[in-house]
């Protein structure tokens, strides 16, 4: 069903490259160099999916198991509610004809094998909303609840 919100979005993570040396004692200091990379989703695939129970758990196993997957987790009657396309080439994509409400937004960031990044928005008639994808863990096993420190 058309409708008359966007969606405006970018996805990226940064890559350091990880040095490991010995620390004398029979262990390994290790730490990252550099600023890091600047990976996006430049050529990925981006879907978009509204919340509700047939995405909710699909959308949880592709950031568990880091790949991703589309109809073929969502029952036939909800499948036409996917929506896919290709992450521009500066890490930018758009959604347009949206009707309002709250949506799933995946992505893959890199490549070879690349992270899922996950993110949930809100979208309102006649307005665009606006997402920022960043994959930064895998653990715990859900996007929903980042890692603490304390």
Do not use: K
């Amino acid at each position: 069903m058309p409708g008359t919100a966007q969606l405006a979005g970018y996805a990226y993570r940064r890559a350091f490259r990880h040095v490991s040396v010995p620390n004398g004692h029979g262990g390994l200091i290790q730490y990252s160099t550099g600023r890091g990379a600047l990976l996006t989703c430049a050529g990925q695939d981006v879907l978009l999916m509204p919340q509700g129970a047939p995405f909710d758990r699909a959308v949880d196993n592709m950031f568990r198991y880091n790949v991703l997957t589309d109809a073929a987790l969502a029952p036939a009657d909800v499948a036409q509610d996917l929506r896919h396309l290709t992450c521009g080439p500066d890490g930018h994509f758009t959604f347009g004809d949206l009707p309002a409400g709250a949506w799933y937004v995946v992505t893959m960031i890199g490549s070879d094998p690349g992270d899922v990044a996950v993110s949930a928005v809100r979208t309102q008639a006649d307005q665009t909303a606006h997402v920022t994808l960043q994959h930064r863990w895998n653990w715990p096993p859900s996007w929903r609840h980042p890692p603490s420190l304390w």
